[in-house]
């Protein structure tokens, strides 16, 4: 399929949101290489009673993702990661229920005596951040606020074979039963970009259970290595921010499947 042109249309949507849409392909290399297509869609809500002229101060919700062009998985995957970040209960479990969950407890929030000068915020937007002719990771990027001391930020990943149509997981690249191999090399890592010793204990300033490191299940197939990644609270205070942890594929070869997905990125 040869590259499509990019073209923009803007409609309104029901509720008052304006959805942009726009057909845009996922740039691949090679002589052969095939594009995806995507159309971005967008959720936006507005504070009805707020009376800024900076319009970006009235925002409530803004989400803005890609819906792409017959795979399904990706993107059923995708929607899940996004309605994760506020869940609701809603028979719809849309992201349009998502949205008008959102504003119903905002409205109902602000006839709150404490509620003066606090406005709720639901922030995601979506971007791809590696592809090829198998690959395509997406970063999904978040931040709520719902009345509480502060907000919150969350960063997540979805790893996908566009040959397969599947979510790639850990296992599917890793050689059995190397998961420990992979977790001492990503601790000796984490320890110098902490600066701590081998031996220095886990217990103070970091939330590893029983104190003994441990990789998450959010990482992202990169060019360099796998790229990990935890969110605020997860292992460290607020005020610590989030915590980023490469694995250079140099470090981890030996036990990466030799004809995996990742085999790409090459020795």
Known sequence: MKRASCYLVLFLCALGACNSRSIQPVATTGAKADTLTYVIKTISRKDKDCTSSDTNKCQIVSIKYPVFDDEPVLNDSLEKKLLAIYPIQHPSSSLQAQTDGFIKEYEAFKKEPYAEGRQYAL?????????SLTLIVLDINSYV?????????????INYNIKDKKVIKLDDVLLPDH????????????????????????????FFEGDKFSLNGN????????QFLYNQYEIKPYAAGQTEL???????WQWLKPDGILSQFGK
């Open 246 to 252: 490469l694995i250079p594929y140099p470090a981890i």
């Open 179 to 206: 998961r420990d191999s992979l977790n001492k090399v990503a601790e000796k890592i984490f320890r110098k970009n902490e600066g701590l010793s081998a031996g220095s204990p886990l217990n103070k300033g970091y």
């Open 123 to 131: 922030q995601s937007s979506v971007k791809i951040i590696n592809q």
């Open 219 to 226: 990482y992202a197939f990169t060019k360099e290595g796998i």
């Open 145 to 157: 606020y719902s009345g509480g001391a502060h907000g919150s930020s969350f960063r997540s990943y």
